[in-house]
């Protein structure tokens, strides 16, 4: 394994280093310049100041500027997807995606302009859609922010009625990153008094800054704002009435004809890509189901294998455990299915590395314990101690097959393919399912399921 030591981390641990160093041979090392040192030192901050901005900036500046190769390389990604369908598993139903992507590559036309309303609850949103039906904009969808925003729409409205929440803040970024135009729109603005609707529209001005431009965040009344009024007589009397301004949404009705008018051509890309990413995400939703349903009788065989060699051969160590439970053929076997397609000698380097991953993590030891203290407190008292090791072992491997599984669907996401297995992302992989696997009645079931397959089944080697 070899890790890669970060510049900024270098240049601040050697500064701290030497100037432990200095301090702790304070009068033996009298050459060490006096400048040298707090140098160091100051680099390494700034370095990982640097880093810490570059990679707030990775976060948060997401690229406007989306390209027509950009939206051919999502329609290549969605072809080859569903070529592997085809060739994968014919029998699969997939007319409906080929069709879709066949009208995106024929490069249609901008259809009518469309709007998305979307907000928290009572924020607003079909008061503002009747009063758009007003001013002609006939297509607009309306959409509570907590449901998956997908919408088949141009622009999108984005109401609030005070600054932004986090949950909003997160909603906006993803808005933004599927290429929507958003305006974010601050309603009810009746309900506080000049000065502080202004202090509200200028914080959100500020919140959404890094990736809207202030000028597409406005303030509106979608309702007749009502203003009290009390005239005092002079016999003593007063009147009270209460007067009604109209609804006013002028200066967002502005906005959304600048943006309808100026960036035609971009709008027209923008809602091809999400139509295309849109399709890719469902083929590869097929896919990845095609491939697990291949997966798991493959999984199964090697857990009734590595559950034969054991019960026959019993357990001295846990290492002897962890090489049982990853067979490098599974591994291969599973490699192919994901289009990964690991070498003999590559599926042997992956079955070490996972092998130190459960035992380091102390999953292999875990497994043992759940496995025969659910047998000592559980009716299944006809297994024999001897075949608790055989059902421990085939409980790792269903583990190990079942991060492997899903540890290989991320990889065909990657852009390069790497045939080494990544230990931080396979650990995490494997921590996540070993937790699934030990929730409610899952456990059980296995050892139910296994321990029958297990007595039934003749010894294999
Ligand atoms: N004071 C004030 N009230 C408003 C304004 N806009 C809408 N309302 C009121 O807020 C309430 C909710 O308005 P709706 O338009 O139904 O809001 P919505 O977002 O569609 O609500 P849901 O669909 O239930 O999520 C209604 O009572 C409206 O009259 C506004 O600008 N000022
Ligand atoms: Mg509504």
């Known amino acids: 394994m070899t890790f890669k030591i970060k510049k900024s981390t270098f240049f601040l ?29 100051l680099v390494g901050i700034f370095l990982l100041k640097e880093q810490i901005k570059n990679q707030k900036q990775k976060k948060y500046s997401i690229s406007s500027s989306l390209t027509l190769s950009d939206l051919n390389q999502v329609i290549s990604d969605a072809k080859e997807i569903i070529n592997c369908i085809v060739e994968e598993d014919p029998s699969q139903n997939i007319s409906n995606l080929k069709i879709q992507l066949q009208i995106l590559e024929n490069n249609p036309h901008l259809s009518s302009f469309s709007i998305g309303i979307v907000g928290k609850n009572n924020t607003g949103k079909t008061s503002l859609k009747k009063l758009l039906n007003q001013e002609k904009y006939a297509d607009i969808l309306e959409k509570d922010i907590f449901t998956s925003i997908n919408l088949d729409v141009d622009v999108i409205i984005f109401l609030v009625n005070k600054d932004l929440t986090h949950s909003e803040w997160e909603k906006i970024k993803l808005l933004h990153q599927s290429y929507y135009p958003c305006l974010i729109v601050f309603n009810k603005q009746d309900q506080y008094n000049n000065e502080d609707r202004q202090v509200i ?47 006013n949404i002028m200066s967002l009705v502005h906005r959304i ?70 067979n490098t053929q599974m591994i291969i076997d599973l490699s192919n299915i994901y289009k990964q397609e690991f070498t003999f000698s590559q599926g042997k380097v992956a079955a070490i590395t996972i092998g130190k991953i459960i035992v380091q993590l102390g999953i292999a030891e875990l497994s043992i314990h759940a496995i025969s203290s659910l047998l000592k407190s559980n009716m299944i008292t006809y297994i024999l101690g001897s075949l608790s090791q055989g059902i421990s072992v085939a409980y790792l491997t269903h583990i190990v097959g079942l991060s492997l599984t899903e540890y290989f669907q991320e990889q065909g996401d990657m852009v390069v393919n790497c045939s080494k297995i990544d230990v931080t992302k396979f650990s995490q992989i494997i921590n996540k399912i070993f937790t699934r696997t030990q929730q409610g009645e899952s456990l059980q079931i296995f050892v139910k399921q296994t321990s029958s397959k297990i007595f039934t089944v003749p010894t294999m080697i």
Do not use: C
Not at 13 to 41: A, C, D, K, Q, R
Not at 218 to 234: G, L
Not at 268 to 287: C, P
């Open 201 to 247: 529209l200028e914080k959100i001005q500020q919140q959404v800054q890094s990736i809207i431009h202030p000028n597409n965040v406005t303030r509106i009344n979608s309702v007749p704002e009502k203003i009290k009024n009390r005239q005092y007589n002079f016999d003593g009397s007063t009147r009270e009435w209460i007067e009604e301004d109209p609804p």
């Open 13 to 41: 641990g050697l500064g701290i280093f030497l100037l432990w160093i200095e301090e702790s041979l304070y009068h033996n090392i009298v050459t060490l310049s006096e400048w040298i040192l707090p140098i160091m030192v």
């Open 257 to 326: 004809k600048i943006i309808e008018g100026q960036n035609k051509q971009q709008l027209f890309l923008a809602k091809n890509w999400r139509t295309a990413t849109k399709i890719r995400q469902q083929a590869k939703i097929i896919s990845n189901q095609i491939r697990y349903n291949k997966a798991i009788p493959i999984i199964t065989k090697y857990e009734l294998v590595a559950a034969t060699i054991v019960s026959v051969n019993p357990i001295s160590s846990l290492d002897f455990l962890a090489t049982a439970a990853i």
